[in-house]
């Protein structure tokens, strides 16, 4: 049963994946092609008088024109990365399936599904917004990348404690109480986790803030439509390969 849920995740994550992936080409690329532009003009405006001369023979062939970055490029990687998330997520479905009460497969998957976007992406976003090109200094691009994933893997498990803390206290004080007192627990220890990390605030003065903000929430937005997709695409295959297996067994 285990191969099977995590063949179906796989799937709704494909299938997650190619959605979010049109979500992003309509609403996040051209926020990406502005600051592109951005960034050329910038680079154009602070060259040295006479660097023209020489730019046929120094300038590099660009390996992946921008046309394929902003497609199949995109398909690839958010497609990829779909899969990889469904995957993972059908292996926690499994773990937390019939630990949540008599929860429907459709009804584990969709909590599931929010409640991972909102603590693998929502409150590490909060922390450490994406930014488009020309945006950051090159000079911290490795401890950028490193305080956002150490944010992520600190607020993924700060969520599984709370997760199972809660499912204790709810056979105590109920689900409702239970439910509050863990989501409670977990914004105070990863709000002040956020506190004491370092921000960062690498905006260059000028930079147009409909562009960042677009920019931003084409992000927010993308991952939204991945998530529901994954959640709801999964719970409708998880449930029907859960109701066969138990046909099977009762025949």
């Known amino acids: 049963m285990m191969r099977t849920l995590l063949v179906r995740g796989m799937l709704a994550g494909l299938v997650a994946g190619v959605l979010a992936t049109l979500f992003a080409y309509f609403f996040g690329e051209p926020s990406v092609d502005a600051a592109i532009g951005l960034e050329g003009s910038a680079a154009h405006s602070h060259s040295a008088p006479g660097a023209h001369e020489h730019a046929p ?3 590099e062939e660009e390996l992946v024109t921008r046309g394929v970055q902003s497609t199949v490029g995109l398909l690839t990687g958010v497609g990829l990365y779909g899969v990889a998330v469904g995957g993972l997520f059908s292996l926690a479905f499994a773990f937390v399936y019939g630990r949540l009460g008599t929860l429907r497969p459709r009804v584990t998957a969709a909590l599931l599904a929010g409640g991972a976007f909102v603590v693998v992406f929502l409150v590490p976003f909060l922390k450490y917004p994406g930014n488009p090109p ?5 000079g ?3 401890s950028r990348t490193s305080l956002y994933f150490g944010f992520v893997a600190l607020s993924l498990l700060v969520g599984i404690l709370a997760a ?7 056979d105590k004080l109920g689900a409702w109480r239970g439910g509050l007192i863990a989501a409670g627990g977990y914004v105070v220890l990863i709000g002040v986790a956020a506190a004491l990390l370092p921000s960062i ?3 260059p003065d000028g930079f147009p803030g409909s562009t960042l903000w677009s920019f931003r929430v084409a992000s927010v937005g993308t991952q939204v439509v991945l998530w529901t997709a994954l959640g709801l695409a999964f719970g409708a295959l998880a449930e029907k390969a859960l109701k066969h297996k138990a046909a099977v067994q009762a025949a």
């Not at 020309?134 to 090159?138: E, H, L, P, S």
């Open 57 to 59: 023979a120094e300038a």
């Open 201 to 203: 605030d690498e905006v």
């Open 134 to 138: 020309a945006v950051g200094q090159a």
């Open 164 to 170: 199972a803390f809660g499912r204790k206290l709810a």
């Open 140 to 142: 911290t691009i490795g």
